[in-house]
T-cell receptor
Framework: GQNIDQPTEMTATEGAIVQINCTYQ??????LFWYQQHAGEAPTFLSY????GLEEKGRFSSFLSRSKGYSYLLLKELQMKDSASYLC????????????FGTGTRLQVFP | DSGVTQTPKHLITATGQRVTLRCSPR?????VYWYQQSLDQGLQFLIQ???????AKGNILERFSAQQFPDLHSELNLSSLELGDSALYFC???????????????FGPGTRLTVL
């Protein structure tokens, strides 16, 4: 199956830390992406994980556990502009670059 | 600005009609992808072209077709339009086929299609 599960909505306060989880079915897994999408705009690339562990990029970090079929995106020092949808996407198969997207997590940051 | 351009930005048409959406990839990118995003659904992969040839197919209806031209721009043709085809259509491009860490898909601004 292709199920990629993320929470539908999350809320957080400016300056706080939020963790957005993503689970997927592990068969054929070959990489995971996180994208940010503001309403009505194009998704923009945040991170890519293919090996287990944490990838840090400024205020954003992404973690992957391949054996558990689990990833999270960690956003630190939240800002109002971080209010957006966060999309988890998986590549399945070794000779493909087709991305399968989850339905996304809508994050609202409050002052 | 991702470097991927899409035209038109908005399109309003009637059921039964046919439309063409256009995408120009980033300079040097060989792969073009088309996605559909409806209000109640996530991004759905439709089709991918690489250097002019169809590479992968997703949930693309038979009423929809696409092609990539020698100059690498791509067009998505939607025919016999239905109300349910109203959505945001995104094009994305990437340099190569495989996914090394630094090769990702860059999305264009999208075309918002409204079918009345």
């Amino acid at each position: 199956g292709q199920n990629i599960d993320q929470p539908t909505e999350m809320t957080a306060t400016e300056g706080a830390i939020v963790q957005i989880n993503c689970t997927y079915q592990t068969s054929g897994f070959n990489g995971l992406f996180w994208y940010q999408q503001h309403a009505g705009e194009a998704p923009t690339f945040l991170s890519y994980n293919v090996l287990d562990g944490l990838e840090e990029k400024g205020r954003f970090s992404s973690f992957l556990s391949r054996s558990k079929g689990y990833s999270y995106l960690l956003l630190k020092e939240l800002q109002m502009k971080d209010s957006a949808s966060y999309l988890c996407a998986v590549i399945k198969g070794s000779n493909t670059d087709k991305l399968i997207f989850g339905t996304g997590t809508r994050l609202q940051v409050f002052p | 600005d991702s470097g991927v351009t899409q035209t038109p930005k908005h399109l309003i048409t009637a059921t039964g009609q046919r439309v063409t959406l256009r995408c120009s990839p980033r300079s040097g990118d060989l792969s073009v992808y088309w996605y559909q995003q409806s209000l109640d659904q996530g991004l759905q992969f439709l089709i991918q072209y690489y250097n002019g040839e169809e590479r992968a197919k997703g949930n693309i209806l038979e009423r929809f077709s696409a092609q990539q031209f020698p100059d690498l721009h791509s067009e998505l043709n939607l025919s016999s339009l239905e109300l349910g085809d109203s959505a945001l259509y995104f094009c994305a491009s990437s340099a190569r086929l495989a996914y090394p860490k630094d090769d990702t898909q860059y999305f264009g601004p999208g075309t918002r299609l409204t079918v009345l």
